[in-house]
C-alpha cells in the first residue's frame, strides 16, 4: 500500500519562499506522475503543479513563475519550490499520483502566508 507524507509547511510573510516535500513509499515511484494540489476549507482541491516520469513539468495559471515542482527518484520524494508567496497561496498542499492513488491521500501540510 503506497503512503505519502508531506512536509514543509509553515507561517511565512508574503513575498517569502518555503519548500514542501513530499516523500512516497511502497510504490515503484519513478513511474508515477506526480502532482501538487491544495485545498482551501469549503473548496475543491487545486491542482498546483504536475511532474511527468521523464520530468516534465505543469503548472497552474496562478503559480507559474513563482512555484517549480521536481522530483528526486533515487529519495522517492518529490518537492514543491515556492518562492514569492502571496496570502492567496494559503491552503492545505498534498501531494499525489496522477491518477490519486486508491490507497488515498496523504495528511498534507499548511501553509500559511501572512504578515
Known amino acids: 500500500q503506497v503512503q505519502l507524507v508531506e512536509s514543509g509547511g509553515g507561517l511565512v510573510r508574503p513575498g517569502g519562499s518555503l519548500r514542501l516535500s513530499c516523500a512516497v513509499s511502497?510504490?515503484?515511484?519513478?513511474?508515477?506522475?506526480m502532482v501538487w494540489y491544495r485545498q482551501v476549507p469549503g473548496k475543491q482541491r487545486e491542482r498546483v503543479a504536475s511532474?511527468?516520469?521523464?520530468?516534465?513539468?505543469n503548472y497552474a495559471d496562478s503559480v507559474k513563475g513563482r512555484f517549480t515542482i521536481s522530483r528526486d527518484n533515487a529519495k522517492n520524494t518529490v518537492y514543491l519550490q515556492m518562492n514569492s508567496l502571496k496570502p492567496e497561496d494559503t491552503a492545505v498542499y498534498y501531494c499525489?499520483?496522477?491518477?490519486?492513488?486508491?490507497?488515498?491521500w496523504g495528511q498534507g501540510t499548511q501553509v500559511t502566508v501572512s504578515s
Open positions: 499525489n499520483r496522477l491518477p490519486p492513488f486508491t490507497s488515498g
Open positions: 511502497g510504490g515503484i515511484f519513478r513511474i508515477y506522475a
Open positions: 511532474i511527468t516520469n521523464d520530468f516534465k513539468t
